[in-house]
């Protein structure tokens, strides 16, 4: 399911916040997974990839539309659900109100009650630049 997949690259995004190039976590963490079926992962790792391979364009899309916050300063867990929206309405092409809805429903998980208005706000900006 690719609600499931989204969870697990927000879960790897968020780890690379963390961490400088060293993926062998996220390469442990993949071959164990036992949830995701083959499509599922086919999907996480194209989103994955999204982020990696654009790591400087998708932070600098989400800071143009951060006014009044650095992005050093934002809730680490709301930058990568904010990266990780961005690099799939972005790069994977999907529409904007199933990621915007997905990415919202993450945030009720992991994150703080305030992230949800946060994070939908940023990318309702970040939707209508694109």
Do not use: H, W
């Not at 190039?21 to 999204?50: H, M, P, R, V, W």
């Not at 932070?59 to 690099?87: H, M, N, P, T």
């Not at 429903?105 to 009650?113: A, E, F, P, R």
């Amino acid at each position: 399911m690719r609600t499931d997949a989204r969870e697990f690259a927000f879960k790897m995004i968020f780890e690379t916040l963390f961490k400088d190039g060293d993926e062998s976590l996220s390469f442990n963490a993949i071959s164990e997974n036992k949830t995701l079926n083959e499509q599922d992962l086919k999907f996480y790792q194209e989103l994955f990839d999204a982020y990696k391979n654009n790591t400087n364009e998708v932070e600098s899309i989400i800071k143009e539309q951060c006014e009044g916050y650095e992005l050093d300063r934002v809730y680490k867990v709301d930058l990568a659900l904010l990266f990780l929206a961005v690099s799939e309405i972005r790069y994977l092409k999907t529409p904007p109100s199933i990621v915007i809805n997905e990415v919202l429903n993450l945030s009720k998980k992991y994150s703080t009650d305030k992230s949800g208005s946060f994070i939908n706000g940023i990318l309702a900006k970040v939707v209508k630049s694109l």
